[in-house]
T-cell receptor
Framework: NAGVTQTPKFQVLKTGQSMTLQCAQD?????MSWYRQDPGMGLRLIHY???????DQGEVPNGYNVSRSTTEDFPLRLLSAAPSQTSVYFC??????????FGPGTRLTVL | SQKIEQNSEALNIQEGKTATLTCNYT??????LQWYRQDPGRGPVFLLL?????KEKRKERLKVTFDTTLKQSLFHITASQPADSATYLC????????????FGKGTKLSVKP
């Protein structure tokens, strides 16, 4: 099992550009989520999904969109990047044991 | 609102000693608390989960406690090693909102040889 995979590992954007962060898991988990991690702020939940076709907002959803067309994939879209979205982004999935499995992260810089 | 507080940003200890990390929560007791380890440039890795009705749980050199009176969890690493150096995150879950986790800011542990 590859677990949770994320691409790309690093990305630099200019203000106003859009992009999609990819996340995939091969553990057949229904629950998937996106977090951002900033220095001194800890991990904050952006969006989450409890199954294909179902998504909901977390603590900091503004500026981000998600969709869940399959169990495996949960992409995060930045519609118009802003410097405040410079962060490290983690995708995670959860099975029946309440344990979350995190991906390796995407380090995003918005200039 | 529900919060998780890890009051120590950093903890430095000598190899062989026991490291004790503290996690405090506000408002009602969560159904469970979780502890994760995060190494630089990597995603968090799950270590232990302790439920509200459990006082203590152990896994090899790791021990976690859950005190609902103090609203606190303690995370212990016995016989610490330099390889234990990392940031340790506490998270609460099990409430509404599909059991979404709320994370503390983490404690950076440094174990010196």
């Amino acid at each position: 099992n590859a677990g949770v995979t994320q691409t790309p590992k690093f990305q630099v954007l200019k203000t106003g550009q859009s992009m999609t962060l990819q996340c995939a898991q091969d553990m057949n988990h229904e629950y998937m989520s996106w977090y951002r991690q900033d220095p001194g702020m800890g991990l904050r939940l952006i969006h989450y999904s409890v199954g294909a076709g179902i998504t909901d907002q977390g603590e900091v959803p503004n500026g981000y969109n998600v969709s869940r067309s399959t169990t495996e994939d949960f992409p995060l879209r930045l519609l118009s990047a802003a410097p405040s979205q410079t962060s490290v982004y983690f995708c995670a999935s959860r099975g029946g044991s309440d344990t979350q499995y995190f991906g390796p992260g995407t380090r995003l810089t918005v200039l | 609102s529900q919060k998780i507080e890890q009051n120590s940003e950093a903890l430095n200890i000598q190899e062989g000693k026991t490291a004790t990390l503290t996690c405090n929560y506000t408002n009602y007791s969560p159904a469970y608390l979780q502890w994760y380890r995060q190494d630089p440039g990597r995603g968090p890795v799950f270590l232990l989960l302790i439920r509200e009705n459990e006082k203590e749980k152990r896994k090899e050199r790791l021990k976690v406690t859950f005190d609902t009176t103090l609203k606190q969890s303690l995370f212990h690493i016995t016989a610490s090693q330099p390889a234990d150096s990392a940031t340790y995150l506490c998270a609460r879950g099990g409430g509404g909102s599909q059991g979404n986790l709320i994370f503390g800011k983490g404690t950076k542990l440094s174990v010196k040889p």
